[in-house]
């Protein structure tokens, strides 16, 4: 068992090693930002990527390997590698599809966890040079203090999500479901990168999002950021393993720490209607 401040040196470090990462991949990659060939299609024609998806990922993970080797690495373009304790969740171009249309919204996110405890996030947008990270000390953006406060009620709030996904039929209760969403909110968008909607979240700038269907490499460094500036994270009762460790839901809500739940839409018929319950 280590101890405390032994959990605090290894965040810090391991948070290093990702923000070091994250810097180098998207300076490699930003670029070719809306001149760049797509490679290739993974589930459809939706999910695109990009020989700098694929070279931004082994920049990543030589990175990680180099100077944290007892490493595990789960990434979105090449899987698992290594066998270490530390689990790093790597998304190198989160947003592929706005970086190959030139639209600037996307970023890097990498994110380590050791057990059941997130201990480093990172969320690199390379266009504006804006840096979102965690540590076990806290949150920042580009240095300075983040916290996640915003409004108390829904009409007052922004709320960010991809629902429903693309690449898919949408049911119709689906599209009645983000009906209901556009009224009470004061704003309801769709930037195209998870996670940039949970800096977003973490750093006040948006008041709320959620997602359904997604991966861990999506969510990972935006569940830390969010949490470690005071906001919240929640996903659905599922299993043992996503309640130990959240960022392996498919599912998630995130929220700052203001709005109220028991007010809110999200709170009071979304949550409900999709996971029953209530939101805790």
Not at 10 to 24: E, N, P
Not at 49 to 72: M, N, Y
Not at 113 to 135: C, H, K, M, N
Not at 251 to 258: H, K, N, V
Request: charged share 20%.
């Amino acid at each position: 068992m280590t101890s405390a401040q032994d959990n605090d040196a290894l965040s810090s470090h391991l948070l290093q090693i990702a923000l070091d990462a994250a810097h180098a991949a998207g300076a490699y990659f930003v670029p070719f930002a809306g001149r760049i060939e797509i490679a290739g299609e993974k589930k459809g024609f939706f999910d695109l990527v990009t020989e700098c998806d694929r070279q931004s990922e082994r920049l990543i993970v030589e990175h990680i390997f180099k100077h944290h080797p007892d490493s595990t690495i789960v990434g979105e373009e090449d899987g698992q590698q290594g066998t270490g304790a530390v689990h790093w969740y790597v998304d190198p171009i989160d947003g592929t599809n706005n970086f190959v249309a030139g639209l600037p919204f996307f970023c890097v996110s990498i994110a380590a966890a050791l057990g059941d405890q997130l201990l480093a996030g990172v969320i690199y947008d390379p266009v504006r040079q804006e840096t979102f990270a965690a540590s076990t000390a806290g949150a920042t953006v580009n240095g300075e203090p983040m916290r996640s406060t915003g409004s108390t009620l829904d009409s007052g709030s922004t709320l960010l999500t991809e629902y429903p996904r693309s690449g898919r039929p949408v049911d119709p209760s689906e599209l009645e479901r983000l009906g209901r969403l556009l009224q009470p909110f004061r704003a309801v968008r769709r930037i195209g990168s998870t996670a940039l909607h949970l800096a977003y979240v973490a750093a006040g700038r948006a008041d709320a999002t959620f997602g359904l269907g997604t991966n861990s490499w999506d969510i990972a460094a935006g569940a830390m950021l969010v949490q470690q500036a005071g906001g919240r994270f929640l996903t659905p009762p599922r299993n043992e393993v996503a309640a130990r460790r959240p960022w392996l839901s498919p599912d998630y809500f995130a929220l700052t720490a203001d709005l109220d739940l028991s007010q809110s839409v999200l709170g009071t018929a979304v949550w409900q209607e999709l996971f029953g319950g209530d939101a805790a």
